[in-house]
């Protein structure tokens, strides 16, 4: 019964309900990376994503984990959530100490970090499937399954001694069984029945063209940027016509404080070929309407100027000039006006006494 819940939760992640993406799996997954310096001395950093959604942030100061959406701790009650924190803190810090006893016999060298991942997900038409693996300097070491630890084909002898001893830990291993397999599957279900609302969410992106540094003399790094888009699936090329550019490179998704995503897309082409390129982007939230927009080549400092400021100064001139005549044609021309020596005569009628003032 819970396996055919799930089907049917499955369509209420992003893209869920479309023909190409019903065949990707409802991941569920706790990332954690522990840095250790010495046997004094470790760092761990973890996360939670419900597939590219990011759910929980781990804090160590308060050694839990913190919601970053309301629905995110699902159905569970405080004190199953709190229990859960706790088993899983005491869990990896199990594990940790497992590496600090075996740093000699495993050849390992401080610092070193060891990365672990558990979790659940979900692919139509198969059962449910739950994972743990640990990782260490980022190189697959070894990873659990059915109820025991397998080596990693390309972890050689490290792997074979790490799986060997944590395969002496029974009770660790069912308590791992039952996590992965029973209590994962009933919390992602409660989560994508709380979470519906987020995660059916679509959120149209923004996007915008640039120039980026010089590849080379006489040629142009245009760049397609494509920003605070959700679900995070998202197609962006450059195109000339109808026609891909093959030369079209990609950027990492990158994501957003408020759980949308960011996009670059670059081509490196000819100045003189630029013009006609455009970029295209098709994302679910656009009502199967793509996104298109057209490069305009940059006009020149030069050809600026005498677009626009030389024919302001032409006007500015003619103005002026037209004052002038303005002026010269309508100034009175009067020649009647005694002169300065007659107005300051004194018998002269028009005499002024400045005491008269």
Known sequence: ??????????????????????????????????????????????????????????????RTFVFRWPWAQGDLSNEERMEADQLFYSNYIFYNLVFHDHVSQWQLEYPFQVQMEIGCELRIGEPFSGF?????????????????????????????????????YHEDNEFTHELITGYCPRYVSSLLDVGKADLQRQVRPEAWLSAGPSPGPGRLLLVCHVSGFYPKP??????????????????????????????????????????????????????????????????????????????????????????KRWKAHWRPQCTDFPSEQDLSRPGSSTYLNPAQH
Not at 28 to 44: A, D, G, M
Request: hydrophobic content about 40%; proline content about 4%; aromatic content about 12%.
């Open 1 to 62: 019964m819970l396996f055919l819940q799930l089907v049917g939760l499955v369509v209420l992640l992003p893209g869920g309900d479309s023909e190409d993406d019903s065949q990707e799996p409802v991941s569920f997954r706790v990332i954690r990376t522990s840095s250790l310096y010495n046997r004094s001395w470790t760092q761990n950093q973890g996360s939670v994503w419900l597939d590219d959604v990011q759910i929980h942030a781990w804090d160590n100061k308060n």
């Open 132 to 168: 743990m693996r640990y990782a260490y300097q980022g190189a697959d070491l070894i990873h659990f399954q059915n109820t025991s630890w397998r080596p990693s084909p390309k972890g050689g002898s490290r792997a074979q001694q790490a799986s060997s001893v944590f395969n002496q």
């Open 234 to 323: 998202v197609w962006v090329t450059w195109m000339r016509g109808e026609q891909e550019q093959q030369g079209t490179q990609r950027g990492d998704v990158l994501p957003h404080d408020d759980g949308t995503w960011y996009l670059q897309v670059f081509l490196d082409v000819k100045a003189k070929e630029a013009a006609g390129l455009s970029c295209r982007v098709r994302h679910s939230s656009l009502g199967g309407q793509d996104m298109v927009l057209h490069w305009e080549q940059p006009h020149s400092v030069g050809l600026v100027f005498l677009v626009v400021i030389v024919p302001l100064v032409l006007l500015a001139g003619l103005v002026w000039w037209l004052w």
